[in-house]
């Protein structure tokens, strides 16, 4: 035995003992960076919130984001902390010995691994509750549903459960299996590693070898992972609803008749192997366990792959339709339901087959806004004739109405946005001081047409020019919509461009209430950290006044304020 070899010197002790200070000073200052990562774009989101007015939105937000951080990470310090420290002690000294003896390893012994094992586990137990916390805290929103649920009063056809099951609970224990999932397959992970590093588990040439506590520990993690695999099978049962198997979206024939038992079995099958790893705790070898696995494998591959799909070619392609009959007057009900098609009521109307002038005279309103023009060729017309410089485009076109001369009318108009991808010098003062906001639109009417086979505009031009009887727009900036999607600094020192006029430009500034003022420091420099951008703190033409605009396109203001 060599059992000096693995009793350092007092002196190489000593020096082994100062030398992991540096890696605790880095790794402080990364969690103090992940910190900063995380409080920066929080601080920010909170001024914009209470720049709109939903401030509740956010505060119950971070309440939800914070306590999941804390009970996340709370839970996954405790699990690994006991779990990681009782493997540290079960370390076997025969095995250790004969390991040494026998396979003549220049591993270092027990006496050096134990002291570093003690020393970096909280390290590696804090960063990974931390990192835990952090990626848990990002489904808040499915368990504030969870916590906030109400039934929808209609059950699925298959389980009978209420479609709040499906929509707000079953997703949340889908998630927090997951978790639990994820939590004990890196407990065995390192459980392993540290059983190897104090030589509970070794390979000799007769195999390998264990430890008889830390035989019992992995058995007792084999059962709670075998445990909580059960659970999923169980919970996948009720996925079959969200199959897409069938000719229609749902549980199909096969579904019900071959995956839905089987699955049943499985989870049986998995708390049976659970019961076996706690069985053979008390018993040596792993046969009775290897058994268990060995049959819900068998299980797994015939019953989850080989049986549906004979199921589904032998049964039910022959005879298709009849066979998926009652599941596709599921998917109709529940359609026609989700719609709320089932409660159209069908009445006979009668109509007037006599059409004459006097007809259309008192339906002359309808008559007018027909709409006759179609929004694809109509967008196109609009980019030709109305854009005007390339750092202009026509995203879409709507429809709205308003009031032309006295009368309600349908009209088509479209919005003339700033596209930052075509500026011709996109450096940061013309994407964020200079040029900050579309500008204009164009209106139509939905069944005019000029002579030439134009539409006939409302409003047109730049600055644009409402025709006689129409509302004239006396702001046109577009400082919000569809594809604006960079933050605008407004309120400068560094004059707006408002549109071109021949060899001249003309500016303006912004006078709107919108936009989230720079009165402080710590909001120039918590922006400037937010966008990476050092601009903020060097630019001579931001002021007290000045005011930050994010979120401004409206694809990204409705999710992130509701």
């Given at each position: 035995?060599?059992?000096?070899?693995?009793?350092?010197?007092?002196?190489s002790?000593?020096?082994?003992?100062?030398?992991?200070?540096p890696?605790?000073?880095?790794?402080?200052?990364?969690?103090?960076?992940?910190?900063?990562?995380?409080?920066?774009?929080?601080?920010?989101?909170?001024?914009?919130?209470?720049?709109?007015?939903?401030?509740?939105?956010?505060?119950?937000?971070?309440?939800?984001?914070?306590?999941?951080?804390?009970?996340?990470?709370?839970?996954?310090?405790?699990?690994?902390?006991?779990?990681?420290?009782?493997?540290?002690?079960?370390?076997?000294?025969?095995?250790?010995?004969e390991?040494?003896?026998?396979?003549?390893?220049?591993?270092?012994?027990?006496?050096?691994?134990?002291?570093?094992?003690?020393?970096?586990?909280p390290?590696?137990?804090?960063?990974?509750?931390?990192?835990?916390?952090?990626?848990?805290?990002a489904?808040?929103?499915?368990?504030l549903?969870?916590?906030?649920?109400?039934?929808?009063?209609?059950?699925?056809?298959?389980?009978?459960?209420?479609?709040?099951?499906?929509?707000?609970?079953?997703?949340?224990?889908?998630?927090v299996?997951?978790?639990?999932?994820?939590?004990?397959?890196?407990?065995l992970?390192?459980?392993l590693?540290?059983?190897?590093?104090?030589?509970?588990?070794?390979?000799?040439?007769?195999?390998?070898?264990?430890?008889?506590?830390?035989?019992?520990?992995?058995?007792?993690l084999?059962?709670?992972?075998?445990?909580l695999k059960?659970i999923?099978?169980?919970?996948?049962?009720?996925?079959?609803?969200?199959?897409?198997?069938g000719?229609?979206?749902?549980?199909?024939?096969?579904?019900?008749?071959?995956?839905?038992?089987?699955?049943?079995?499985?989870?049986?099958l998995?708390?049976?192997?659970?019961?076996?790893?706690?069985?053979?705790?008390?018993?040596?070898?792993?046969?009775?366990?290897?058994?268990?696995?060995?049959?819900?494998?068998l299980?797994?591959?015939?019953?989850?792959?080989?049986?549906?799909?004979?199921?589904?070619?032998?049964?039910?392609?022959?005879?298709?339709?009849?066979?998926?009959?009652?599941?596709?007057?599921?998917?109709?009900?529940m359609?026609?339901?989700?719609?709320?098609?089932?409660?159209?009521?069908?009445?006979?109307?009668?109509?007037?087959?006599?059409?004459?002038?006097?007809?259309?005279?008192?339906?002359?309103?309808?008559?007018?806004?027909?709409?006759?023009?179609?929004?694809?060729p109509?967008?196109?017309?609009?980019a030709?004739?109305?854009?005007i410089?390339?750092?202009?485009?026509?995203?879409?076109?709507?429809?709205?109405?308003?009031?032309?001369?006295?009368?309600?009318?349908?009209?088509?108009?479209?919005?003339?946005?700033?596209?930052?991808?075509?500026?011709?010098?996109?450096?940061?003062?013309?994407?964020?001081?200079?040029?900050?906001?579309?500008?204009?639109?164009?209106?139509?009417?939905?069944?005019?047409v000029?002579?030439?086979?134009?539409?006939?505009?409302?409003?047109?031009?730049i600055?644009?020019k409402s025709?006689?009887?129409?509302?004239?727009i006396?702001?046109p900036?577009?400082?919000?919509?569809?594809?604006?999607?960079?933050?605008?600094?407004v309120?400068?020192?560094s004059?707006?461009?408002?549109?071109?006029a021949?060899?001249?430009n003309?500016?303006?500034?912004y006078?709107?209430?919108?936009?989230?003022?720079?009165?402080?420091?710590?909001?120039?420099?918590?922006?400037?950290?937010?966008?990476?951008?050092?601009?903020?703190?060097?630019?001579?033409?931001?002021?007290?006044?000045?005011?930050?605009?994010?979120?401004?396109s409206?694809?990204?203001?409705?999710?992130?304020?509701?």
């Open positions: 035995m060599h059992v000096g070899a693995d009793r350092p010197r007092e002196g002790r000593a020096r082994r003992v100062n030398r992991p200070q890696i605790v000073v880095l790794v402080l200052l990364f969690v103090l960076l992940a910190l900063l990562a995380q409080l920066v774009p929080l601080y920010t989101d909170f001024l914009w919130f209470q720049e709109v007015g939903y401030t509740q939105v956010f505060t119950t937000t971070l309440s939800m984001r914070g306590s999941l951080f804390a009970v996340v990470a709370l839970v996954v310090a405790i699990v690994l902390w006991a779990n990681l420290t009782f493997a540290a002690r079960t370390a076997a000294p025969d095995v250790l010995w390991l040494e003896d026998h396979l003549g390893t220049t591993l270092p012994g027990r006496v050096v691994i134990e002291p570093l094992i003690h020393r970096f586990l390290i590696v137990v804090s960063l990974i509750a931390i990192v835990s916390g952090f990626r848990a805290n489904a808040w929103e499915t368990v549903g969870y916590l906030n649920r109400v039934p929808f009063r209609t059950t699925d056809p298959l389980f009978g459960r209420d479609l709040e099951f499906f929509v707000f609970v079953l997703p949340f224990w889908r998630l299996h997951g978790w639990a999932t994820a939590l004990i397959v890196g407990t992970v390192l459980t590693a540290i059983s190897v590093l104090q030589r509970s588990l070794v390979l000799t040439t007769r195999g390998p070898r264990l430890a008889a506590a830390a035989r019992t520990h992995l058995l007792a084999g059962a709670v992972l075998l445990g059960a999923g099978f169980w919970l996948d049962r009720f996925d079959l609803v969200f199959s897409p198997r000719i229609v979206f749902g549980a199909s024939y096969t579904d019900v008749h071959a995956s839905l038992p089987v699955l049943g079995a499985m989870a049986v998995c708390a049976l192997c659970a019961l076996a790893c706690l069985v053979q705790m008390a018993r040596p070898g792993v046969r009775l366990v290897a058994a268990g696995l060995l049959v819900l494998a299980v797994w591959v015939v019953g989850l792959g080989v049986y549906p799909a004979l199921l589904q070619r032998l049964r039910v392609t022959p005879n298709e339709l009849a066979a998926e009959r009652p599941f596709i007057v599921h998917n109709i009900r359609t026609r339901q989700a719609y709320g098609l089932d409660r159209i009521q069908e009445r006979e109307f009668p109509a007037n087959e006599d059409l004459d002038q006097a007809a259309l005279s008192r339906n002359d309103a309808t008559i007018k806004n027909i709409r006759l023009w179609d929004h694809r109509l967008l196109r017309t609009f030709q004739l109305q854009e410089r390339t750092y202009y485009k026509f995203i879409d076109v709507d429809n709205d109405r308003y009031m032309v001369n006295g009368e309600y009318r349908q009209l088509m108009l479209s919005a003339r946005e700033l596209s930052y991808q075509h500026l011709q010098s996109r450096i940061w003062i013309n994407q964020h001081l200079t040029f900050t906001h579309g500008f204009g639109a164009v209106v139509g009417l939905v069944n005019r000029t002579p030439e086979g134009l539409p006939e505009l409302l409003v047109k031009d600055p644009p025709n006689p009887g129409f509302p004239a006396t702001r900036e577009l400082y919000y919509a569809e594809v604006a999607d960079e933050y605008a600094l309120r400068t020192r004059q707006e461009l408002d549109y071109p021949g060899d001249q003309v500016y303006s500034t006078r709107g209430s919108g936009g989230i003022p720079l009165t402080s420091w710590l909001r120039t420099i918590a922006f400037a950290a937010r966008f990476g951008e050092k601009n903020f703190l060097l630019s001579n033409d931001l002021t007290s006044d000045s005011r930050v605009m994010m979120y401004r409206i694809g990204d203001v409705i999710p992130t304020s509701s």
